[in-house]
């Protein structure tokens, strides 16, 4: 098996991580106010380029406490 992969191709660039930045407080706060405005969740998150999930607990709180905006 080692032998196959010594032989795929490298990248030129190290790969970058595949988690996303954190949402800015900006960002947080216009999730919340589009989803107020009835906007959907995967709408949402199409708009931010995250997981419709990542939305849901944003709007609730789990994530970016209410409080702490």
Do not use: C
């Not at 906007?39 to 999930?53: L, P």
């Amino acid at each position: 098996m080692q032998v196959l992969v010594a032989h795929l191709p490298q990248p030129e660039a190290p790969a970058r991580p595949k988690n996303r930045p954190k949402l800015t407080k900006t960002e947080v706060k216009a999730i919340r106010d589009m989803a107020r405005q009835g906007i959907s969740n995967r709408d949402i998150a199409r708009t931010f380029d995250v997981h419709h999930a990542t939305v849901s607990r944003t709007v609730s709180g789990q994530y970016h406490r209410k409080g702490s905006q």
